[in-house]
């Protein structure tokens, strides 16, 4: 059965400690990997897509990375305003399969 | 003006009224999506659709219904709605090609 598991399910850093967020997944037919952000009570935002092992895209501090097995998102010196839920999810041939996300705390 | 909207943002019902969430869009995307948000579990697929002909049963689409109205409008139904349905629903729309899906803000709902 295809599953996608994200960790850990919550983080918190200090404001300027960098680290990595992992998405793990076991796909058939796998069409692309997708990060998306989420704060509270609002819908997801797009963030990155990655379509084959080796890949990596950047965007201010996150960066993100796609294996055969696992994404991670990097976050370097994150700041307060990075706090969110953070989801990764899984293009399939027909319908795009969610992780349950992980819940990102930056303190000042 | 956002570009999926959802009505309404937020619903209380009773156990065993029919609820109906409406969806609209201005993105002119022809792929739509339901999705519920539970704590710890993520998004699950609920509907989808490829067009106004085409509707597709997800993940867990038991005790839902979808109708297609338009190439903008896609609305859930629960027909007799039981407490286990309480969450959060998106709405989503995506083009053909990269499979970015844009979210709607949510409706929040409350079935007693």
């Known amino acids: 059965e295809d599953q996608v598991t994200q960790s850990p399910e919550a983080l918190r850093l200090q404001e300027g400690e960098s680290s990595s967020l992992n998405c793990s997944y076991t796909v058939s037919g796998l069409r692309g990997l997708f990060w998306y952000r989420q704060d509270p009570g609002k819908g997801p935002e797009f963030l990155f897509t990655l379509y084959s092992a080796g890949e990596e895209k950047e965007k201010e501090r996150l960066k993100a990375t796609l294996t055969k097995k696992e994404s991670f998102l990097h976050i370097t010196a994150p700041k307060p305003e990075d706090s969110a839920t953070y989801l990764c999810a899984v293009q399939r041939i027909n319908d795009m399969r969610f992780g349950a996300g992980t819940r990102l705390t930056v303190k000042p | 003006d956002a570009d999926v909207t959802q009505t309404p943002r937020n619903r209380i019902t009773k156990t065993g009224k029919r609820i109906m969430l409406e969806c609209s869009q201005t993105k002119g995307h022809d792929r739509m999506y339901w999705y519920r948000q539970d704590p710890g579990l993520g998004l699950r697929l609920i509907y989808y659709?490829?067009?106004?002909?085409?509707?597709n049963k997800g993940e867990i689409s038991d005790g839902y219904s979808v109708s297609r109205q338009a190439q903008a409008k896609f609305s859930l139904s629960l027909e007799s709605a039981i407490p286990n349905q309480t969450a959060l629903y998106f709405c989503?729309?995506?083009?053909?090609?990269?499979?970015?899906?844009?979210f709607g803000p949510g409706t929040r709902l409350t079935v007693l």
């Open positions: 659709s490829f067009d106004v002909k085409d509707i």
């Open positions: 989503a729309t995506s083009d053909l090609g990269n499979g970015e899906q844009f």
